[in-house]
Structure formats: C-alpha cells, structure tokens
C-alpha cells in the first residue's frame, strides 16, 4: 500500500502545498506541489478566513491535480509574533537504577510542566541535553547506570486563538486532521547541514510578513523567536518613499532592489511608473537601496538581538544561514555579514532530495521541512504498530533523539 504524507505552509505571502510518497526508507517522493497567493494573513496570522480558505483550496487541489492523491493527515506550518521560545529544565529519580524510556518520557514531561499561560498552546518541547547524576552533556541517555536523570528542554508555544484559526481554515478547505509545526524549525529541517546544527547555527527565515529566528547549538535548538517585520515592509516603504503603486513598488523591489548601497554603482538608472497617470520617472538605482538598507538594517538587528538572547552568540561556528523570499534581494548577504559579523549564506530545500525544480528556492524550505516532518510521522506511526507493548514507547522516545540531535 502507498503511504502518502502532506505538508502545507501559509505563509503571508502564499500558500505552498506538497504531497508526497514515503518510500521504504521513509524518505518523501514529491508526487505533487501547488501553489496559490494568500492575502489572508497578515504578519503571519490568519487575518481573513475567506481569503485563507480560498488560497488553501486553490493550493491543495492543484497538489492533487498532479499527485492523483488526496490530502491526508498534514503537516501545517505556524508563525506570527505571537510565537514564544522559552528554556525548562526537569528532573526525576530513575526507577531500577537504568535510564529506561519511561524514566526519558517522565523527566520531559517534569521539563515541560512549566506555568503556560491557558490561552497558550505547547507547539514542541524539544530536548536540549540530558545528565545522568553528575554526568552532563548526554544526548541519549537510555540504557545509562545512575539514580537522577535531569532534562533540559526548549519549548516552543503558541497562542491557542491564531493556532484555532489557522487549523479552522484548513477543516474549512477540507483538509484533513493537522499538525502545527513552527515554521522556523520545519525551515532548518530543509536547509540546515547536521554539522551546522552541531557547530552552532542561526537560521534566520525572512518573509513576507515575519522574520522567523531559531538558533541551534551541539544539535539542539537553543532560542525560537518571530520578528514581525517581512518583505511586505520593503514594499510599502518603496510605494511610500517613491509615490509609486504596491504593485510596481514590488516589482520594483523584485527587479532591481537592493539591500545596502554598498554593491551599487551611482550611475545605475531605474524607471519608476507614475500614480494616476503621471509620465514614469528615471530615478538612481542607489536610491532604491536608500530606502531598503535601514528597514533590512532593523530585520537583521532585530534578528541579532534574538541571537544575542539565545545566550550561544559567540558559539555559533556556522554563522547565519537566510531563508525565506526576501533573502533572495540583491546584497542581502553582504549586509548581513556586516551586522552579524558572521559568516551568511543562503539556504535552499535541500531536504527532501527531490524537491521539484520550480520549487528550489529559499520560500520554500518551510513547506520542505513540513514535509519531512510529516514523513517522520508518518515512519514512527508505522513503527508504533510493531514492536510489542512497549514499542510505541521506545519508537516515541527514539524519535526524539533522532529528530534533535
Ligand atoms: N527576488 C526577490 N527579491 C526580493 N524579494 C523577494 C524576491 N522574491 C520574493 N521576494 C519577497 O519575499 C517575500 C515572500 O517570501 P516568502 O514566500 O518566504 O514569504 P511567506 O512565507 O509567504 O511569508 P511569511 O513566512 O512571512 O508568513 C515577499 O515580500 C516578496 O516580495
Ligand atoms: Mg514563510
């Protein structure tokens, strides 16, 4: 029988849907993509039901027109500045002197029962390291001699209002049962190399609508955070600053935008349409970057405080990895280089192996990453009907350290 799995991510600017086979490695095959424009969100949550809904559908059935599948259970990516990181730490006494999967689960949850407000939802609690009595710095602890386990663990929430409404707009395009996953983290899962993970890396995932920020360290996550600045805001500074329309202010953008003066010559000349008729105007291209270099400035500063917050700054080996639509602007990496000093790169959906062509861009990595989520589930969900009484157990507990570490 196929086993399909599906991933959606809404994002401000667009909806991208995916369908995929689970083949025997558990790895997914793309059979189908769709793609829609969204104007039902605004910096990152559901604004616009109707608007929502319709992008969902559009996108889905698209995505089935070219897979001949249905949606299933789906994988669905959640952002907005309502999101929240915060670092718990739990401990437990181990029954029968070995950490057993029970004593892992018991100390996870003793991690996570920190005070979460009611009107906010737990997205993930992902484990950071473990220690067994006096013995810091485990990453699997099973098996392992010792009578205290401790856990530390990094939580991710969300508020249970923006969560509600995204999941009504996917009941309302028919779609199946969801899962929420913070899109920053589907977005690593695509484009980040394991030895990023393990040097220390920020994956900073720049939108329409939200910057999305997580940093990892030793293969953890260490810091989640949302800027709600995005793209979006590069194009109403442009229609602003030269009296032009959003359209063309975006095209503007797309064209000949450019993210610090510095890779600029004076003598490059652009052509901005009129409003209301007016003859269209040349103007210095360096003019263009006058008005994007202080708002990518304030994105990437706020970016860095978040950095700076993770308490890993000065371990991050990997430096800044940029995705999302608007890391795509001209000069982006060499500003960011500038005001991280660190080493930048762009990131692309290298996971899953065979992400369609017109799908190779960083806007895309977080529907990627959604979907490799959503081939994990569906491998554990597989291994849970094996493996005896205890074997959901072990395979729950094994999922962890696999998908962390
Ligand atoms: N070549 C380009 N140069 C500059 N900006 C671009 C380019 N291509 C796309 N963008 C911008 O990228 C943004 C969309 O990026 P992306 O698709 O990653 O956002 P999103 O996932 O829809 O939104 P969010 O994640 O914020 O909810 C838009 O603001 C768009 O103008
Ligand atoms: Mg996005």
Redo the contacts with the bound molecule.
Sequence with gaps: MRTICSAL??????V?ALLAECGEDHAPTILGYGLAP?TG?R??VVVNIEATVEAIRAATAEAERGAGVHFGPTVVGV??AHIRGLNSHGIVAVRGGEVGTRDVERVIEAARAVAIPLDRQVLHALPQQFAVDDQEGVRDPLGMAGVRLEARIHIVTAAQSYGQNLMKCCERANLPPVELMY?ALASADAALFPEERELGVALI????????IIVFLNGAVMHTAVVPI???H??SDIAAGLRTPLAEA?RL??NH?IATNLIVGRDEIVQVPGVGGRDPRAIGRHLLGEIIEPRMEEIFSMAQREIVRSGVADSLGSGVVL????S???GTQELAERIFNLPVRRGLPLNPRDMPEPLMK???T?AAGLLMRAARQKASAHSNGRGGRWGWLRTRVGDWMREFF
């Excluded at 991510?9 to 667009?14: A, E, I, M, Q, R």
């Excluded at 995705?323 to 608007?326: E, L, N």
């Design positions: 991510d809404v994002g401000t600017s667009k991208c969204c969100l910096k990152g952002a907005g899109e995932d720049i939108g329409g609508g939200t910057t999305d995005g793209g979006n590069l194009t975006e953008k797309i935008g995705v999302g639509g608007t795509l602007l001209e960083p806007m895309y977080t």
